[in-house]
């Protein structure tokens, strides 16, 4: 092969350069939070097309997995593109729907180096208790006589 069979034309590199955006969108989509969170993480590195992917997932009718997704690859943006991905987040606490503003605000903490609440189950609950044997011999408090 000649160095001129290698090369690329332009057209061919930003034909190429679409299809990923489109496989990273539909990705981004997805039900499983690990694969939308690994296609937010590559669109942060994808600069403009990236931050106007991710914005839209974050901001429109999507479910709570690509809204929590988006919401990290927005946070995880690099570069001059960082300050861009922080002002969307700081846009999206304010926003009219519920799963947009607990995304935004979970991930601007992060930012802050804060560690967010745990929601879920109360302080506790989680303790694992033992376990009695049967037939075991129980201590017994002394009786008074």
Known sequence: MTDEEKELTDSEKHEAAL????????????KDISTARLAGFSL???QEDGLAILKEALFGNYPRTTKKAAAY?????????????????????????RMTREA????LAIMNGQLP?????KPGKDKIRGIAKRGAARPRPARRR
């Open 19 to 30: 299809e990923r955006l489109r496989e990273l969108r539909e990705k981004l989509f997805s």
């Open 104 to 107: 935004c605000v979970k991930a």
């Open 117 to 121: 609440k745990k929601t879920g189950s």
């Open 73 to 97: 690859g927005l946070r995880s943006m690099h570069g001059r593109m960082k300050k861009l991905g922080a002002e969307a987040l700081e846009q999206g606490r304010s926003h009219s729907d």
């Open 44 to 46: 942060s590195w994808m």
